[in-house]
């Protein structure tokens, strides 16, 4: 993994584990559930970080795949 997308990967993780400590604190201290719009945001995030790390398996399935057709 380059260190460019390493940074990146690391900036999400550390905004996603912020965004999960707030909720569970939420949880603990006052007992509500969070709100829906942020797990949705935090579910956002996790997707994004899914679509960076899985982004050159994809790149090279679809590679395999075109010159699969090809043939």
Same mark, same amino acid.
């Given at each position: 993994?380059?260190?460019?997308?390493?940074?990146?990967?690391?900036?999400?993780?550390?905004?996603?584990?912020?965004?999960?400590?707030?909720?569970?604190?939420? /949880?603990?201290?006052e !007992?509500? +559930?969070? %709100? #829906?719009?942020?797990? =949705?945001e $935090? /579910?956002?995030?996790? !997707?994004? +970080?899914? %679509? #960076?790390?899985?982004? =050159?398996? $994809?790149?090279?399935?679809?590679?395999?795949?075109?010159?699969?057709?090809?043939?």
């Open positions: 993994m380059s260190a460019t997308k390493r940074e990146e990967v690391c900036s999400h993780l550390r905004y996603i584990r912020l965004e999960l400590r707030e909720m569970h604190q939420m /949880l603990i201290k !007992d509500l +559930l969070p %709100d #829906l719009n942020e797990a =949705k $935090v /579910l956002a995030q996790l !997707d994004a +970080l899914l %679509d #960076l790390l899985s982004e =050159k398996k $994809v790149t090279k399935i679809k590679a395999n795949f075109e010159s699969f057709k090809l043939n």
